[in-house]
Structure formats: C-alpha cells, structure tokens
C-alpha cells in the first residue's frame, strides 16, 4: 500500500510529522506528509477501518520498534506453543506478521516491511532448526507433517532419486504456488501466504535440523541444507507478497504512492527469485544432494 | 488528507473493529472452503 501518510489516520499520532524523527518514514519515494488532496478518501468503513488500524501499528512500531516487534512475532508464538505441543504458532506467527505489514505500508517504510518479514522467518526458523536438532521429540506435536518431510527427503539424499525433483513434476507446482499468491495475497492482505508460508518453513526447518542432528552437525548440512533454490524462493514471495498486499492496501484507502522506481524494481527482483529458484533447482539439485549424502554418510 | 474517514459514521462501531470483524469473516470463509491448502501446493524443497 504504502500509503501518502504521516497524518493522523486514528486520530492518535501527531499531526506534525517533524516532531519526532522516529516517525520519518525511511525511504525516499513516499513523503513524509500528507496533504489534503493526495488521494482520494477511502473504500467505505472497510477502507477507512484498514487505514485507522495501519496507522495505529505504524505508530507502536515506528523508529527502531519494529525490529523487536519483528522478532516477537517470529519467535513468541512457537516459543509460547513449545510446552504446549501444539502447532497454532505457525497461524500465529502469520497472523502478527501480517498486521506488521500493514504497519510498514501505512507509514511507506518498505525496507522496515521487507526486514520485518526476513526477521521474523529467520528468527522462527532458527528456532525452529535448534528445536528439531536438539529436542527431536518435541517436533511431533510442533510440526505434525515435519517428521514424515524429513522421511522423504532422506530417501531422496540416500538413494538420489525422488520422482517430484523431476522437472515435470514440479515445475507446474511452483507455477500454481506464483498463482496462489497473486489470489490469496490481495485477498487475505497477505495472512494466508504469511501463515502457509510458516508451515512451509517448518517442514524446511525440521528437515534441516534432523539432517544436522544425523549428521552430527555437519558443515555441508548447514551451508545447503536449506537449498539455495528454497531461499531464492523465499524471496520471491517476501517482496511479491509485499507488493501485492501494497496494492491493495492503496486501493482500500485511496492513497498513493510517490512516483518512483523503487517498486518496479522490488517486482522485477521477486521474478528474477522465482526464475533463480527454477534454474537453480533444474541444474544443481544433484551436486546441493551429493554434499548432503556426504555429510549424512560420513 | 481529510480527516473525515476515521470518524464513525453513525456512532456505531470503531472502523478498525469494523474491518476486523469483515476481515475475519473473509479469512474465516476462505479457511473453512480450505482455500489456503488447496490453491497453495507444497512443493518439495
């Protein structure tokens, strides 16, 4: 969304975006202030109520508050649903994350949205990979189809074949996965890609920390444990998900950006990650397995 | 930037709960048709 901001969307901010440089937004294509007639009013109370609420998060998270809040909603929900065996974080996690977002939007902090979004999933996955290496019989309840990924995956580093790494098997699925963001981003203002996102991340983390765990810690376990081409992937959907949440949220409230460069180069480097994550996959998936048969054999 | 969208129109209720509850209900929907785990496939890593 990225919203023309900097006023008082809820009624509870200064109305002087000067007075606390905290509040400067830090990028350079949105201003900092609004004026009267930078866009027009709002979608109806739908609008109205997604603009009072960015605005209220813009403000708990502005200056450098939004690295903790980042990190809390990386890690408080799995750290909260540990004891507990349950699998709720990875909704929860997505949940804050979204809410986040939509903070960064508003107030058209772009490099704050994009490092929330990359804190919280490094965080929750640190985590998450200490907690599967270290405490493997906690995972179960934690991760209920981790357990069975990392069976697959472990077949596959063992024996080199696995029909779904064929190019024909997947290459339409991550055609459907680029579908299902541009459908469910808009539609959820990011909660379903943000929420699934996290489960997809833990079956990873899971097959990351049980391989550390077989492999004693290996090094070539760590480096490309998590495939190079899954990172690229990542990244695709943190700035796609970003951009199309951004533009809805524009939509809903009527406000717009500044002219600038900045976005269409944020959507061409979320293609250029999708088409880094195809060649990548197509061409080293052998070589990312044989270092990791090595350190499982070794 | 007017200021008349953040007022409650009618006196009812905070337009930020207002989207919270149209939200959640779409959220709700999609979640009960199991919009997320059909449309987003698993691709193996």
């Keep these: 969304m990225e919203i ?14 000067n007075s606390d440089p905290d509040d400067t937004p830090d990028v350079e294509e949105f201003p900092s202030s609004a ?18 609420l960015g605005a209220r998060v813009a403000h708990v998270q502005r200056g450098w508050r939004w690295l903790p809040l980042a990190l809390a909603a990386g890690l408080l929900p799995l750290l909260a649903c540990w004891p507990l065996g349950s ?13 986040l977002v939509w903070g960064a939007l508003h107030s058209g902090r772009a490099a704050v949205g994009l490092a929330t979004i990359l804190l ?23 991760f209920p189809d981790g357990p069975a990924y990392w069976a697959k995956q472990e077949a596959w580093i063992r024996s080199g074949h696995d029909p779904e790494y064929e190019l024909a098997s997947w290459l339409p699925v991550h055609f459907q996965l680029l579908g299902a963001c541009f459908v469910l981003a808009p539609l959820t203002l990011g909660l379903a890609i943000f929420a699934r996102g ?12 049980t391989l550390l765990r077989e492999s004693g810690g290996a090094w070539g376990a760590l480096l490309v444990g998590w495939h190079p ?34 976005r269409t180069w ?11 994550d195809c060649v ?19 | 930037m007017g200021d008349d969208y953040h007022e409650d129109e009618g006196g009812g209720i905070p337009g930020w709960l207002y989207f919270i509850l149209i939200y959640g209900g779409i959220n709700l929907v999609l979640y009960l048709v199991g919009a997320p785990f059909l449309l987003i496939p698993i691709p193996r890593r």
């Design chain 1, 4 to 17: 023309e901001t900097g006023g008082d969307a809820c009624g509870e901010e200064s109305s002087s975006p």
């Design chain 1, 35 to 52: 004026s009267a007639d930078s866009g027009a009013p709002p979608r109806g109370r739908f609008g109205a109520g997604f603009l009072q």
């Design chain 1, 87 to 99: 699998p709720a974080h990875q909704g929860l996690s997505g949940l804050a994350l979204t809410v």
């Design chain 1, 120 to 142: 919280a999933f490094a965080s929750h996955s640190g985590l998450a990979i200490s907690l599967a290496a270290l405490a493997p019989d906690q995972i179960a309840g934690l």
């Design chain 1, 198 to 209: 996290f489960y997809e991340v833990d079956l990873m983390n899971v097959y990351v920390g």
């Design chain 1, 229 to 262: 081409w899954s990172i690229c992937r990542g990244l695709c959907y943190v700035l796609l998900t970003y951009e199309l949440v951004g533009r809805v949220g524009e939509w809903l409230t009527g406000r717009s950006p500044r002219p600038g460069r900045a």
């Design chain 1, 266 to 276: 944020r959507v061409a480097l979320a293609f250029g990650f999708f088409a880094a």
């Design chain 1, 280 to 298: 990548i996959k197509s061409s080293c998936t052998e070589a990312v397995r044989s270092v990791l048969y090595a350190s499982l054999v070794r």
